[in-house]
């Protein structure tokens, strides 16, 4: 049965008052009407997320489930479970988890394409608030990790010792490598960005500014390196805590529409203020901002929906902000069928009031309640 949606619908060539209609799980048609007093945008992906509601990937499959189920009532219609830097029986547990969920699906929860491996293959040297288990990305630990067929996107330190052919090895399975947690220089990304463009892969960077140093005149960094950049891609923690204003401009004036912005959530999202949990560490949540006790920014308890309003709020269009909570990261996945309200492309809408609230959420024309 067909399902009708009337707003301010955002479509590929800019809001348009009507309808959008779909059925079996696929938008039909959107065609002008009157207008109604809402917004409906496509659903919002979240390609970095380690929890929510309680929940965290490296529970294993409950707490993949719980977190999908939380970043759907605030607008997440796909995202990538996002593992923490743990003991390499742990990491591997915690992607047949996500597996195991992908296979199954999660009523009422966000749409899991994959993973993103975010650790172990990191710098010891810029851990930010992950747990110091960090390891060399050996070809054993990259066969056991591709043999899974899950993970979609893996961080890794450019720097590292058998880095260029780890990073080799995921590009011709078609993960998005995606430069983060480094100490390395300009040159070191450079180079790896170049190998996986050889083979036809895609570039990203791991929560752009954070934990990757700092762009200086003559040592621009692996910063520099992303912002410089042709064809890689970026994802931005816009929770106002953990990038400056400024910051993000410039990355939106370098990147255009390779940027993307995800919630580096953890468990504690949806909790409140107190003491939660990170990858075997206390976290302390207090007024938004979420920190392990030496102060290092542990997370974050962002929801794409509060996101949104923050780039709302600094100035950004509407049209702009949903490019980079679905478009953007839509292309950068790979994910060709959402992302845009667009005759054929899955059902995965959210309808926003006038301030931005979330009303109602699809996920491939189910409502969820």
């Not at 990073?167 to 998005?176: L, S």
């Not at 520099?224 to 931005?236: D, I, K, Q, V």
């Not at 006790?293 to 902000?321: C, F, H």
């Not at 060709?336 to 492309?345: A, L, P, W």
Request: charged fraction near 15%; hydrophobic fraction near 45%; aromatic fraction near 4%.
């Amino acid at each position: 049965m067909a399902v009708k949606i009337g707003g301010q619908i955002l479509t590929p060539r800019g809001l348009l008052s009507g309808q959008v209609t779909f059925e079996g799980g696929r938008i039909q048609h959107v065609v002008p009407g009157p207008a109604v007093d809402r917004f409906v945008l496509p659903g919002f992906i979240d390609s970095h997320v380690h929890g929510g509601g309680g929940g965290d990937t490296m529970d294993g499959p409950a707490g993949v489930r719980t977190l999908a189920q939380f970043h759907a009532q605030h607008g997440t219609t796909t995202l990538l479970p996002t593992t923490m830097t743990a003991p390499w029986p742990e990491v591997m547990n915690a992607l047949r988890g996500v597996a195991e969920v992908r296979a199954f699906g999660v009523p009422g929860g966000a749409d899991i394409p994959g993973a993103h491996l975010e650790g172990p293959f990191i710098s010891p040297r810029r851990l930010g608030a992950q747990p110091p288990h960090a390891l060399l990305p050996q070809s054993q630990r990259i066969g056991d990790v591709l043999a899974l067929e899950v993970v979609r996107v893996v961080t890794l330190a450019p720097e590292l010792e058998g880095a260029p052919k780890a990073a080799e090895a995921f590009a011709g399975m078609n993960v998005r490598v995606s430069l983060g947690h480094t100490a390395g220089r300009c040159e070191d990304a450079q180079q790896l960005m170049q190998r996986v463009r050889a083979l036809g892969g895609v570039v990203g960077g791991t929560h752009l500014f954070n934990a990757m140093g700092g762009l200086a005149g003559r040592e621009p960094g692996v910063v520099g390196a992303l912002l410089a950049s042709a064809h890689a891609y970026a994802e931005l923690i816009l929770d106002l805590h953990h990038v400056h204003e400024t910051s993000f401009r410039a990355a939106l004036a370098a990147l255009g529409n390779r940027l993307t912005l995800v919630t580096d959530a953890i468990r504690a999202a949806g909790l409140g203020d107190g003491i939660s949990e990170l990858g075997g560490q206390e976290v302390q949540v207090r007024n938004g901002r979420a920190q392990l006790s030496d102060g290092t920014l542990a997370g974050s308890v962002l929801t794409l929906d509060v996101a949104l309003r923050n780039a709302l709020s600094l100035g950004l269009s509407l049209e702009e902000t949903s490019a980079l909570l679905s478009a953007n990261p839509a292309r950068y996945l790979g994910l060709s069928d959402r992302g845009r309200i667009e005759s054929g492309c899955r059902a995965d809408l959210v309808v926003l009031d006038t301030d931005y609230a979330v009303q109602e959420v699809w996920i491939k024309g189910s409502r969820v309640a």
